[in-house]
């Protein structure tokens, strides 16, 4: 009897046992580079023993709990394909929408630039995928990122080069780095779960660098502290932060930016309706006014 043939049906039928179904095709849709549907279509389809072999490895590694991105190396975010890998956060969707808002902000008339090109700043970039898409979808703006971890700096020069997006990267702890920089409009989608939340405990999140989940903080808000402090330093007049944060902290985010001369202050619902996304514009007080309050 010779060696048995591996079939893609039955591969998937074996995977299925292990792991969530579309994870299975997902996986192996991506191994044969054929769509899910023609996966399905021909069961019959025979499997390189090779292929049939990274396909098991792949199956063991979800079962035991190893993100999808984290498998394959990389995710979609805002329609382009970055690589990720365990020193960095896997790009959400619902980060799409800070995204949306900071270009809203870029492109309109809503951020009378002081400076032309515009200055942009990713605090905590990580893969970079807000960075990079900011970049490539508003060219003319001037985009610096920083992050604390080395190892995510060179994840997010490795996704800006291919995407051939221009990024100053720089190692920074938040504003560390950027002494006496001025910019038009800073974006972060920083750690924000609070320290004894059960998620972290869960699902793809064991998996992640925990520095870019949470500051360790018992409400998760340090560092938007830190952000939202730092921002009023660091931005123009008039310019605009915008941040990500948990599905509780909208209402503490907009008090805080109340109290550092932030207007137009608003919280923004992500596609599930929770509010994930609060921003504000920096007026830098007149200095009579100041001296009057
Ligand atoms: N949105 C992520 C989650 O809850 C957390 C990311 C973050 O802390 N910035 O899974």
Not at 253 to 274: M, Y
Request: glycine share 6%; hydrophobic share 45%.
């Amino acid at each position: 009897m010779g060696q048995s043939m591996h079939t893609a049906g039955d591969a998937l039928k074996k995977a299925q046992q292990q792991i969530d179904r579309m994870d299975a095709q997902y996986l192996l849709a991506r191994l044969t580079g054929r769509t899910r549907a023609s996966l399905l279509a021909h069961p019959e389809r025979e499997l390189p023993a090779e292929m049939a072999i990274i396909f098991e490895t792949q199956v063991a590694a979800r079962a035991a709990g190893v993100p999808v991105a984290q498998i394959i190396g990389c995710r979609e975010f805002y329609g382009r394909e970055f690589v990720v890998n365990e020193h960095v956060l896997i790009p959400r969707p619902e980060t799409e929408l800070l995204v949306e808002q900071a270009l809203a902000r870029l492109s309109g008339n809503k951020c009378p630039q002081q400076a032309d090109p515009p200055r942009v700043l990713d605090l905590g970039t990580g893969s970079g995928a807000i960075a990079v898409t900011l970049a490539l979808e508003c060219p003319h703006a001037n985009i610096t990122a920083v992050d604390l971890s080395v190892e995510a700096l060179k994840v997010a020069r490795q996704n800006a080069t291919a995407l051939g997006a221009t990024v100053t990267l720089l190692k920074s702890n938040w504003y560390h780095a950027l002494d006496g920089q001025k910019f038009d409009l800073i974006v972060a989608n920083p750690p924000y779960i609070a320290k004894n939340d059960v998620h972290l405990a869960q699902g793809d999140l064991r998996f992640e660098p925990p520095m870019a989940l949470t500051d360790n903080s018992n409400d998760g808000l340090a560092s938007i502290c830190t952000i939202i402090t730092g921002a009023a330093i660091h931005l123009n007049d008039h310019g605009w932060l915008l941040f990500e944060h948990g599905y509780d902290q909208a209402e503490s985010c907009r008090a805080l930016l109340a109290q550092h001369h932030f207007t137009a202050i608003e919280s923004v619902p992500d596609l599930a309706g929770i509010l994930r996304v609060t921003l504000g514009q920096m007026r830098v007080p007149h200095p009579s006014t100041a001296a009057a309050v």
